[in-house]
Each structure stands twice: as C-alpha cells, then as structure tokens.
C-alpha cells in the first residue's frame, strides 16, 4: 500500500491480539431471535428446520476454519472452540470474532431456502452478535460446554412444558408461566407424563442435548456442504431411523422368478463383477434348444456341453470366474466436520470420541 500523509490514522488502531498459549472460545448469539421466530412462523418448541440451518450454517464455518476443533449449538446460539495454538489473524480478537460471525450469517441466509423451502429467503435480515472468551485450562473448557450443554437441557425442558400447556392444555401463555413458576425437572416431567402422555427422555436428542460437532472421518466423495436431513428421525444414529436391508442378487432362490423390486418399483440388476442369476425359462436356453433339434441325444447333450464351456470362458475373461467374490471396494476417507447429539457433560466424551480435541500439540520446530 502506497504511503500518504493520511497515513497516520492507522496508530488509533489498538492492539487486540489475544494471550497466547490459552484456549480461544468464539460463542454467537441471535440478536432478536425471539421475534425473528415469531415472524417467520417457528415452530414451538422446537423447529427442525432451524436447529437444522442453524448446524449448516455452523458447520460451514468449521469447514472454513480449520483451527476450530469443537462446535456446540442450542436454540439460536453457537459456540466454537479453536486450538490452543492458533495463530490465525495473529490472534487478533476482532479479526477471529467478525469473521465467525460473518461467515456463520451468510451461511444462514445463503441455505436459507434449502430448509425453509416455502420461503425464498427471510422477511428481514437475521442479525448475529459474537464474543471471545480465553479459557487457561482443559478443566474450564470442559466446564463451559457442560454448562451449555446443562443449559440446552433446563431450557427445552421448561419450553416443552410451557407450549404443552399452552397448545394442548389450553392455558393463556401467562396461566402457563404461572403454572410453572417454582417448578424443578421432577415437577415438569411428572406434568408431561401424566398430562399430556409424553415421555420427555423419548423426545429427539437434538432436542434435548443441542448439537456436538466434531472434525472425524467421512467418505472423501462426500460433500462438505451437503444438505442436513431435516428429521430428527433421519439423523445418524437415531435409533428410529428405518433401515431397509439390501438384497442379495448373488442368492437365488428355488422357484423363484425375477420381478419388480418392491421398494423401487423397478427391475434388480446385479452389480457389476456379478453374474446375473438366469431363469430356467430363458429366451438364452430356449434358442439354445431350438438349435439342438434333430439331433441325437448323445449329440445335442455334447454340444450343450460345449458350447456351456466356451459360454464359462468368455464369461471368466470378460467378468471372471463366477466362484470368486467380488472384493470390497476401496472406501477413499478425509477428515470431516460430523454433527452429532451426544452427551459431553463428564469424562466420558473427553476420554472416547473427544480425546484429540484437548490432547497435547505438537509444537512446530522454527527454522533457523
């Protein structure tokens, strides 16, 4: 950049490179969200639409920021974890804080429509604000995310509670906030069973524990910014999620016959590297036989012979031998960003899938 004599002005600038060797924590907050739920018509208490825009959205910025290692989000907040020795920005706060919460609303709006499908885009801009946070040890990191974690639960519980008796109980939204008041966990799942017949630990985890992010294997196909199912029940994991077995095109069966698939509707095909399964009524074995006409025994059944053997040896040079199994195909694998919902308050998250999160770095030699 070309100096002036404006040049000056930069010496306001203040200096705001964050202590190094500490944990950087980046949590983003809706600005007004309680409106902007209202006017885009959300659900209560949950809208999957939202909460699934909401883990895009923060999943794009994970994807752009490899220093992020851990990711957790609730309601219209999102928190981001960055490594104890990034050095990104130069560890200028309001470089690293602007960028996450630009990168997080762009992302929102841009998927807007991939989620909200009836609306092209939103009625007003969604407006995020963000903070930094250093945090000196493992044992604060972990306790933040157990407090947020522990904060996902108090609060989706009480709005459970509170819309089951506004939409089902008929109550005014005042009635039910005075029906709540002075109420503890125990109160609230006792009203939710007894009342309204919902078992409140059966309700979705993404519901109850928010979102876990985490930086872990994936297909290296897979697209990094592939559409989040927009059912609770369509997640990986969930239990309730329907499995459809397979079929084995290689196992025939006595009798029979091919046909329409009943999930698909269409024929099955074998796979490539198999030999499709023929019927015994094949066009194939039909002709066959009208060629073998007027022929003795002895010879139609030499020729069937021959020409099944010189039908093997094309088949093997072209597919190989049938006998042998197909080897299983070479899965190429990357380090990508998976959303979860998974407990992380103890030791257990720590010590199993989040082990490398707070694992020690390898400091990087300086050259000389």
Not at 57 to 70: G, H, Q, S, T, Y
């Amino acid at each position: 950049m070309a100096k002036s004599k404006y040049e000056y002005v930069k010496e306001f600038e203040t200096d705001d490179r964050m202590l190094r060797n500490v944990y950087v924590l980046v949590r983003i907050d809706g600005k007004g969200f309680h409106k902007f739920s209202q006017t885009h018509d959300f659900a209560k208490p949950n809208d999957v639409r939202g909460i699934n825009l909401m883990n895009h959205a923060a999943r794009c910025v994970m994807n752009e920021l490899d220093d992020i290692l851990l990711a957790f989000g609730e309601s219209d907040e999102y928190s981001f974890l960055f490594r104890k020795s990034t050095d990104l920005y130069q560890r200028r706060e309001s470089k690293i804080v602007s960028t996450v919460v630009s990168l997080f609303t762009s992302a929102y709006v841009y998927y807007w429509n991939d989620y909200f499908t009836d609306l092209k885009r939103p009625l007003y801009p969604p407006v995020f604000d963000g903070r930094a946070v250093l945090y000196p040890s493992e044992v604060e990191v972990k306790d933040y995310f157990a407090w947020r974690q522990a904060d996902t639960h108090i609060n989706n519980l009480f709005n459970t509670s509170f819309w089951a008796l506004v939409e089902e109980g008929g109550l005014t939204p005042k009635a039910a906030e005075a029906r709540l008041c002075g109420t503890d966990s125990k109160d609230k799942n006792e009203m939710l069973f007894t009342e309204f017949n919902t078992n409140y630990s059966k309700l979705p985890a993404m519901y109850r524990k928010g979102s876990v992010l985490l930086r872990e294997q994936i297909l290296k196909d897979e697209d990094k910014d592939a559409i989040i199912p927009t059912l609770p029940e369509t997640l990986p994991g969930s239990k309730s999620a329907k499995v459809v077995p397979a079929l084995d095109t290689a196992t025939t069966v006595p009798g029979l016959q091919s046909g329409p698939d009943p999930i698909s509707g269409s024929v099955s095909e074998a796979p490539s590297g198999q030999s499709s399964p023929i019927a015994v009524d094949s066009p194939v074995v039909s002709q066959e036989t009208i060629m073998q006409e007027g022929s003795s025994t002895s010879s139609s059944e030499g020729k069937k012979r021959s020409i099944d053997a010189n039908e093997a040896e094309r088949h093997d040079a072209e597919e190989g031998p049938a006998a042998k199994k197909e080897a299983p195909a070479f899965k190429r694998m990357k380090k990508g960003v998976v959303i979860d919902h998974i407990d992380i308050i103890g030791e257990k998250f720590w010590t199993g899938r989040g082990a490398y999160i707070l694992a020690p770095e390898k400091k990087k030699k300086l050259r000389p």
